[in-house]
Structure formats: structure tokens, C-alpha cells
């Protein structure tokens, strides 16, 4: 069946994402590497919204009501527009969405279906800190050099594409910093520190190395002070080694040691400084206005000079604007220091709402044509015609017009949808599934995750019969949650993995109930129809579907080679709730099973199929015999051998 699906449907829930710092090499000693994913946009297109994990601590707890997102709740009286969770219950460890798959083969993450640890890494869906393209271990290709795994985000690492290319994020820069400023506080001497070009990191490319100026001879206080020009010509030579300066130290280049030659260099620059600084305070000079209509140039005094040189560091990392202003802070004491620089005040914040878009219109009750015309069959009478349509037949309908698109989706032409033996369950299938809202829906002998069938119980509030015939226990173990719908029909068989442990973890009442949740029933409780077949469930488990099943009157229980007859004698027995409630049971291939196990089913009032077929310890006779016994109350006859059905 082929399902025409709109990429606008897919919805997830998530808030907002966390990402945290903190990575170790697969196979090598653990380095810092970068979890904030960086927002350029490469092969891998946009970075996937990341949901809650519903596990950690955070997602475990109450909404404070105190907060400004729960102020704005309807739930304690706030208008209800912002749209976010409590701060405090802020995902610790967002996971990837339910829809996410890999960029190679284009399959979701299929870690749940394999115990070994060792073998889960290669098939587990990984999203790069860096390109952001989300793939299995597996599938990549390249073999140069291993993914740095990031421990505390989960499903994130740097893929071995960027690694191999050099690329890495800011993490790394930003933990050297801390580690730096640890290490200053524990210096107690001048001897325990370590020298300036260790400790700066800069990043140095054979185009950008900073060009070698031989040093200037320095000019004597005689020399200066005898030249009529030598307050302008050193305030223009200051003011030009200024700005080398400045030039030199904005160009910040990380990852790479400084060399000596330019610690060297950086070094003179400021002893020339200083030194012109010392002889300025003695010899302050005035320039006149050459003409009245000029106005007088503005004075530069060395405090000035030493706030605006101390401006220029700003651009430099911190560590060299440390080291580099004690010394200045040593010149002369006849420098004043320049007043201290008001902020202007800060605005006040004012608050943000969060602006949704508004819900989806009704579909149209006609149809447009081209001429603003409008067709004389209504909507109604559409729905009639498409309703004889099949599934594939639809999916063209929705192809001709966006009003056509929107009838065929209605749920009353998708009651039911059957994926049965579909070779792989894609995003945009599940969007689909969501989109239609089915009653039916049909899942059997599919690689059905447990992630993608979670997703799907979630937005399916009206299912009422699932089929998971074939699935692993690891998929179906989904139902096991609070969010289940309340089915009337559940398909069971040959479930690998299903035995008595698995059942009672199905059928108790669920343990995931969010805060004000009392209820504390079986979400399998209103059952009608149950399909066993094939599974290695006893005696336990029939105690479990008696206790938390009221409503069932269908059970399927073939090729259960572990029941006996005591087994039917536990069904029918006084007081249990199936003994009245059973219309129809299937005990085909039970081997165990004998002819006393039909003496048994005399309790049952509503009893009125018994299948009985291929049990080699039954005998005809003793059908035959059951169907004398019985028809003094009721009528019952042998369709097939060993297939007993009560005569309307």
C-alpha cells in the first residue's frame, strides 16, 4: 500500500535542547571535545530537534508553579501563549526524535534490537557535534581515524569525517581557559609561574605570522628635550606604535604557542611605551591655535594615553593583558588615573511570549474550480464517492488539488491501515500513520522500534486493535507505558522474547504515570480479543490475563505447547471472571491438551467456538461426546474435526 505523506505533519514533542560538554575518544585516552552543535549548515542540512529522554532526574519532576514559564500555564492561571515547560523540568539529556535515520540507509536506530554492548555503538543512530549529519557507526566508510563518543549527550559525538579533516568545536577552547585559571590561583611566588608564551595559545598560519620590526634606537632625555619639535614628533611616533600594537594583538589566532620572537617583540614595544610615558610627565606640551576660527587642539596627557592604551588590550586574551598591565601599572606616580567610565543604564527586559501559529482550518466544504466557480457537489457527497476508492486509489486522489489532498486524509476513509510485512517503517510513514489517525492498524512481521512505536501510541489516542504479530518483545515492551491507548484488540503472536516475565510487565498496571496520575489500572484492561499463538507463556500468565482482563471474550492460545488441561480448568474455575466472559477459544496444536480439558468448558455459560484442531491427545469420540452432553442446553456441532461451534 503506497501512502502520499506531507513533510508539515511531522510534530514532535521536545523542549528545549540541552547540550552539555563532555567527550572521550572510542579506543584512545579521553579529550575535551565540542557538544555545542555548531550552527552552520553543511551536508547534513539543519540539526534535528532534540526531545525529552523522560528518564532523567529533571524530566521526573513536578512543574515548581513558581517559575515564569508555569505563571504563564492555563494550569495556574496564566494565559497559556509561551508554550514551554517548567524550568526546572528542563531535559538534562535530550535524545534524538523518533523519526530521526541514518543519512546512509536511511533506516532508524536499531540498537534495541541487539543485547551485545559491543555490537549496539555500530547500529545505534550517532548525530556529529560538528556537520550534524546523524548516521549509524556502521554505515560510514571512512576508516582513517575513530569518532570522538560524547558522554553525557546522548546519540552525539564527532563523527571520524570531521576528525579526520581537524575540525573541532569551542569545548576544548573553553576548558584549557579553566584549567588556566586554576593553575594562576594556585601560584603562591613569581617563580611558579610559568612563561607567558606557554601559556597563551594561539593559532598561527605561514600566511598570517606577524612580520619581525627590528628595534628602534631609543632617543636620549637630552636629545628630546634640546629639539624645539620634540613633542609632536614623539606623540606621532607613540600614536603609530600604538596602533602596531593594537594590530598585533587583535590578531588572536588560538591553538597554537606564541613564539619567543614575538614575546620578544612584544616585550620592547612596551618599554618604549613606558619609557615615552616617564619622559612626558615631565615635558607636558601645549599647542596654540594657529588662527581664531580654529579651535585649539585637545591636550593628550600621559593618562590618557595609558587609558587608551589599556583600551586597545581589551582585544587581546586575558592571560596577555595580565601579564602585560602590572607594568604599566609601575610607571610614575605623577600619572593620574582617568576618571571611571559611567554605563549607561540597562534596559529593561521586557517579557517575550511565544507566538504560535494559528491551528489548522477546517477542510473546505467545496471544491474551487478555476473560473471562482464553485462545483455543485459538496463535500459530503465526495466523501461518499471516495469511500469506494482502495488505499492506493486515495493516495492518487490526493495528487490532484489541495482540497482533494485534505478530503483523502479524512480518518473515516483510514479506519484502517496495513503495514503488514513492510520491509522498512520510515519517518515520513509514521507522520502518515499520525496524519490519518487510524482505528486499525496493522504492524505485524515489520522492524517496528521500540522508539517508533512509542512515538506512535502517543498520538494515537483512538486505536483500538494493534497487530504485532512477529515483532520483538523489545518494540512491544512500549505498551508498557502510561501513554498506551485502551485497546479493544491486541495481535500477539509469535512475539519473539514474549514469555511469563514479559507478560506480567505488559499487563500490570504501567510505573511511568506522570505527577497527578492516580490511576493505577492495567492500560490492557478493556481487551476484548487477545492473539498468543506461539508463545512459551503457562499457567502464569493465564493467572495474569484472568486477573487484569474483566472484558475478554476471544483469546487465542495455539501452538502453546506449555498448557495443560489444568491449565483450562484455571480458565473455567468458580469466581475467575473468564469463565463468563469467554465466547471463543483456540487451543490448536497444544499437544498437552487432552480430552478432559472439554469437560472443563461445560462451566462456561457464553462459551461457542472451541478449536481443538491438530491436538493429537484429543479424540472425535470425545467431541462427539461433549456434543451429546450439551445439547440438552445448547446445540452444539463439529464444522471440522475437533472444531466445535455452538448452532444458532
Known sequence: MAMSLSADDEDYDSDQDQQRAAGKVKGKPGTPTSVKLVSSRTTAGARRRRTRCRKCEACLRTECGECHFCKDMKKFGGPGRMKQSCIMRQCIAPVLPHTAICLECGEAGK????????????????????????VHPGCLKVKEADGVVNDELPNCWECPKCSHAGKTGKAKLIKEEKLFRKKKRSWKTSEDRPSLPKLIHF??????????????????????????????????TDSKEKRKLKMKLKQRLPHKELSKELSKEL???????????ANENHQP???????ENEEPKRTINSSEKLHRFSKGLNGSPWELRHHLLPNLRNSPRGISRPPPSVSP???????RHVIRPPPISPPPDSLPLVDDKIHIMQREVWMAVFSYLSHKDLCLCMRVCKTWNRWCCDKRLWTKINLNHCKSITPLMLSGIIRRQPVTLDLGWTNMSKKQLSWLTNRLPGLRNLVLAGCSWVAVSALCSSNCPLLHTLDLQWVEGLKDAQMRDLLSPPTDNR???LDNRSKLRNLVELHLSGLDVTDVSLRLIIRYMPQLKKLNLSYCNHLTDQSINLLTAAGTTTRDSLIEISLSDCNKITDQCLTYFKRCGN?????????????????ERFIAEMSVSVQFGQIEEKLLQKLS
Do not use: W
Open 111 to 134: 540498537e534495541d534490537t541487539i543485547e551485545a554492548d559491543d555490537d549496539k555503538f555500530n547500529v545505534m543512530l550517532m548525530e556529529c557535534s560538528i556537520c550534524n549529519e546523524i
Open 203 to 236: 593559532k598561527q598560519e605561514p600566511e598570517d605570522e606577524l612580520p619581525e620590526t627590528p628595534p628602534k634606537p631609543k632617543e636620549s632625555d637630552q636629545s628630546r628635550s634640546s629639539s624645539p619639535k620634540a613633542g609632536p614628533s614623539t606623540e606621532n
Open 267 to 277: 616585550n620592547q614595544e612596551m618599554q618604549k611605551i613606558e619609557n615615552s610615558l
Open 285 to 291: 606640551i601645549k599647542s596654540e591655535p594657529e588662527s
Open 345 to 351: 543604564p540597562k534596559c529593561v527586559q521586557m517579557e
Open 515 to 517: 505527577p497527578g496520575q
Open 607 to 623: 462459551i461457542c467456538r472451541i478449536d481443538l484442531r491438530y491436538c493429537k491427545q484429543v479424540t472425535k469420540e470425545g467431541c
